[in-house]
Nanobody, 116 residues
Framework: QVQLVESGGGLVQAGGSLRLSCAAS????????MGWYRQAPGKQRELVAR???????NYADSVKGRFTISRDNAKNTVYLQMNSLKLEDTAVYYC??????????WGQGTQVTVSS
């Protein structure tokens, strides 16, 4: 059974930082692409950042230069370091993984709230 568990969300003032973590189990983590998505109230879920099995990264334009995705295969964990947070970053953040065979799984999400 594949499990993705996010942690690290919370309340932070604009300009502050948070680091999200996603621990994976039940899958070949080192072979899977990993991603972070977010969904604000009334909006569609959108890609924030992704990292391939080889370590290549991609970011949404809105977070480039502020967020960094990384992975630790020994810990089966992917991270999202979020700096210079803005009010518009407020959302539920979800961890995602895609296997080389195309199977896709999601975590339950962690709330990030940025205040003024």
């Amino acid at each position: 059974q594949v499990q993705l568990v996010e942690s690290g969300g919370g309340l932070v003032q604009a300009g502050g930082s948070l680091r999200l973590s996603c621990a994976a189990s039940g899958t070949l983590f080192s072979l899977n692409a990993m991603g972070w998505y977010r969904q604000a109230p009334g909006k569609q879920r959108e890609l924030v950042a992704r990292i391939s099995s080889g370590g290549s990264t991609n970011y949404a334009d809105s977070v480039k230069g502020r967020f960094t995705i990384s992975r630790d295969n020994a810990k089966n964990t992917v991270y999202l370091q979020m700096n210079s947070l803005k009010l518009e970053d407020t959302a539920v953040y979800y961890c995602n993984t895609v296997s080389p065979f195309g199977s896709e799984y999601w975590g339950q999400g962690t709330q990030v709230t940025v205040s003024s």
